[in-house]
Structures are given as structure tokens and as C-alpha cells.
């Protein structure tokens, strides 16, 4: 079945010490996302790429960054994770525009130690 | 600030219609207003889209009124398995710039 994949579902780092979340997707889609979710909290869009077209929200820390080599895999890199960075991030995809229906991957939970 | 505003949770029994709004004061123009489910450590999931009126598919009805500040997101007769957390999506306009943006979202819990 065509899916967005996460890897790894759990992820436990150190403060301060780097982190790469990876997402990839069988659907061929355009458009890739990365949102963070805070417990009890809705998603919140970090970045997403269409295409090759890196798109950046306005009040994302410059702390997170994000790679996509090809149209299958998009990388969410954390600098220095703090404390506050520990979440579930969620990929996403869609075939064009952020207006058509998103396929979400199950998420990474990240543990900051 | 721009945001979206949803009723924190709702209770409903099986087999009753649940509506659920959402408040979007400074939607952007010309784009759709989409709604999904969450259950607990999984990705949300699309339940419906609209742009204007009503949309019905085989899960649920979307109410969009006129001046698109809001949306009502409509199940019928809601089972256990629908106990979940709902979330609208809108582009809402913030300091001119457009924002992809999830509501609040609303904790739906259906009892037998």
C-alpha cells in the first residue's frame, strides 16, 4: 500500500546533541511537510517542500532544518535540541498544494534527555 | 493574532448527529477548509474538504456559511469508534502573510 513512512517511531536524544527525524513516502507526491505536536496540542506546520521548493513558517526556530534529496525522503535535522523541542513530529504529504488533502505519516516521538 | 478556535471536547452517545464548529475570523481567500481526525499516537487522517455551502461524503457533511468565518463539521449517528480528536485546517491571513494553520481541535468522546 502506497504510505508515508517515519523512522524511528521513538527517538531519544541529548540536549544539545543533534537529531535527524526521516520521513519518506511511496505516493509520489509534490509536497512534503513536517509539523511538531506538543502533547495535548494541535500540529503545527515547520516547513514544507514543493518540490524541490523549500518554504519556511515564519516562527520556526532556525534551530530545526530540513533536507529532501529526491521526491521519496524528507530529512527534519534539530541542531541542538533543548528541552522544549521534545514532541511528536509529524511528516506529511499531498499531491500539489497544502489545499489538497494531506496524508500524514504515524509520527516520531522525540524524548530529549 | 490570527487563529482558529474549536470547542475544547464534546460527549455524544451512539448513534446520535455530532456537529462540530470551527471559528476562523481571518480565513484567506480562495482556499479550502479541510477537516481531520486524530486517534492517540497516530497521524491525523482527512475526513471532508470544502470551499463554500455544503459538502457530504460517505463519513460526514461540511457546512460552510457565506462569509466563510466558520465551518460545521456534521457526523450522523457517531459509534465508539469515532471518539477521537478533530481538527479543522485552514491559510489564515496573518500580518499579510498566509499561515497553514490546524485549529484547537475538539476531544470528541462517544459513549455507549
Known amino acids: 500500500d502506497a504510505m508515508v513512512i517515519q523512522n524511528p517511531r521513538y527517538q531519544v536524544t541529548q540536549f544539545g546533541k543533534p537529531v535527524t527525524l526521516s520521513c519518506s513516502q511511496t505516493?509520489?507526491?509534490?509536497?512534503m511537510y513536517w509539523y511538531q505536536q506538543k502533547s495535548s496540542q494541535a500540529p503545527k506546520l515547520l516547513f514544507h517542500y514543493y518540490d524541490k521548493d523549500f518554504n519556511n513558517e515564519a516562527d520556526t526556530p532556525d534551530n530545526f532544518q530540513s533536507r529532501r534529496p529526491n521526491t521519496s525522503f524528507c530529512f527534519l535535522d534539530i541542531r541542538s535540541p533543548g528541552l522544549g523541542d521534545a514532541a511528536m513530529y509529524l511528516c506529511?504529504?499531498?499531491?500539489?498544494?497544502?489545499?489538497?488533502?494531506?496524508?500524514f505519516g504515524p509520527g516520531t516521538r522525540l524524548t530529549v534527555l | 493574532l490570527a487563529k482558529t478556535t474549536q470547542p475544547i471536547s464534546m460527549d455524544s452517545y451512539e448513534g446520535q448527529e455530532v456537529n462540530i464548529t470551527c471559528s476562523h475570523n481571518n480565513i484567506a481567500t480562495n482556499d479550502y477548509i479541510t477537516w481531520y481526525q486524530q486517534f492517540p499516537s497516530q497521524g491525523p487522517r482527512f475526513i471532508i474538504q470544502g470551499y463554500k455551502t455544503k459538502v457530504t461524503n460517505e463519513v460526514a457533511s461540511l457546512f460552510i456559511p457565506a462569509d466563510r468565518k466558520s465551518s460545521t463539521l456534521s457526523l450522523p449517528r457517531v459509534s465508539l469508534s469515532d471518539t477521537a480528536v478533530y481538527y479543522c485546517l485552514v491559510h489564515l491571513m496573518d500580518t499579510g502573510r498566509r499561515a497553514l494553520t490546524f485549529g484547537s481541535g475538539t476531544r470528541l468522546q462517544v459513549q455507549p
Open positions: 505516493l509520489n507526491h509534490n509536497v
Open positions: 506529511a504529504t499531498s499531491r500539489t498544494g497544502p489545499y489538497n488533502e494531506q496524508f
